[in-house]
């Protein structure tokens, strides 16, 4: 497990009524409507939520690995993010598949950037060894 050795911040939110309910961050600039996935219900689901989170991150991370190997991303860089919600024996399960778009570099080059970014991505380590990761350059 890596600890923390530094708090850089901490995410406050409260949840009412799971995947048919709300959840809203402390300082209000998240306050959404949740529905089961697949659901006619108006409101998001925690797997697009997480997934909207991760490839956020990930391209942060992807600035960070790119900067380290003196490698300037372009400006459109974008993340595909796909998070499958399934079942596993009598439970539950997660499975992902990130694909990144980094126009105009080298394929060696972009790989190079996305296997750096999976290395630093905080989501990218939490995920680590416990659900199906897929990385494709698109």
Not at 53 to 80: E, H, N, T, Y
Request: charged share 15%.
């Amino acid at each position: 497990m890596n600890a923390i050795d530094t708090v850089l911040y901490t995410a406050h939110t409260h949840t009412v009524g799971g995947r048919d309910g709300t959840s809203r961050s402390s300082d209000g600039r998240l306050d959404v409507r949740l529905s089961p996935p697949g659901s006619s219900g108006t409101g998001t689901n925690p797997e697009q939520l997480f997934a909207a989170g991760w490839s956020a991150c990930f391209i942060g991370a992807m600035g960070r690995a790119a900067q380290a190997q003196g490698v300037k991303l372009p400006v459109d860089v974008a993340v595909d993010a796909e998070v499958d919600l399934g079942k596993s024996g009598e439970g539950f399960a997660l499975q992902a598949r990130l694909s990144v778009s980094l126009p105009g570099l080298d394929p060696a080059v972009a790989r190079a950037v996305v296997d750096g970014a999976h290395q630093l991505c905080p989501y990218s380590k939490a995920t680590r060894g416990n659900i199906a990761v897929e990385l494709t350059l698109a």
